[in-house]
């Protein structure tokens, strides 16, 4: 799972659905905190890797388990909530409120707010950047007077893989 080593290539595709290599987008994690003056520790670096390496939005627990089988020793929930923190801090991860879990996110060098598409069938989850929705929502924030911290939109339905052909 070492992944140092590896150059970091920002994504320059439109789009692109973020079928990226884990251990290059984690060298680019790595980078951003570098560049921003935050440090990526070994532990919040071992969970962006395993969130990466899972693909697809995991529990925190999942995550414990993960790590406790890795370090052979148990990891305090505290701790992994605080590593979960600081990498949504740093737009390295967002967290999906209806399934409690977290993915990370495809572009993290560009701004952007996410835009998800979950299978409730095999869990897969889909990161998609859309500005028509992004300015859609900018607007009528706007006119409510809203000031936006977190805009993550879920959407649920079933993947193309778990859809029959046709079905739609
Ligand atoms: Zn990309
Ligand atoms: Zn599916």
């Given at each position: 799972?070492?992944?140092?080593?590896?150059?970091?290539?920002p994504c320059t595709d439109p789009?692109c659905?973020?079928?990226?290599?884990?251990?290059?987008?984690?060298?680019?994690?790595?980078?951003l905190?570098?560049?921003?003056?935050?440090?990526?520790?070994?532990?919040?670096?071992?969970?962006?890797?395993?969130?990466?390496?899972?693909?697809?939005?995991?529990?925190?627990?999942?995550?414990?388990?993960?790590?406790?089988?890795?370090?052979?020793?148990?990891?305090?929930?505290?701790?992994?909530?605080?590593?979960?923190?600081?990498?949504?801090?740093?737009r390295?991860?967002?967290?999906?409120?209806?399934?409690?879990?977290?993915?990370?996110r495809a572009h993290p060098e560009r701004q952007h707010d996410g835009?998800?598409?979950?299978?409730?069938?095999?869990?897969?989850?889909?990161?998609?950047e859309?500005?028509?929705?992004?300015?859609?929502?900018?607007?009528?924030?706007?006119?409510?007077?809203?000031?936006?911290?977190?805009?993550?939109?879920?959407?649920?339905?079933?993947?193309?893989?778990?859809?029959?052909?046709?079905?739609?």
């Open positions: 799972m070492e992944s140092l080593g590896t150059e970091p290539q789009d659905r973020g079928q990226h290599a884990p251990a290059e987008r984690v060298a680019l994690a790595v980078a905190c570098a560049a921003r003056g935050n440090k990526l520790t070994t532990l919040r670096r071992h969970v962006l890797e395993l969130l990466w390496e899972r693909g697809r939005p995991t529990g925190a627990y999942a995550l414990i388990e993960a790590l406790e089988l890795r370090y052979d020793r148990p990891v305090g929930p505290p701790t992994i909530y605080r590593a979960l923190e600081f990498l949504i801090s740093q390295l991860v967002s967290k999906i409120e209806s399934r409690n879990a977290y993915v990370p835009l998800f598409f979950l299978c409730s069938i095999c869990g897969a989850s889909t990161e998609l859309d500005p028509r929705v992004l300015r859609v929502l900018a607007e009528d924030a706007a006119a409510l007077g809203y000031r936006v911290d977190r805009r993550v939109v879920e959407v649920q339905g079933a993947c193309p893989n778990c859809v029959p052909a046709g079905a739609v």
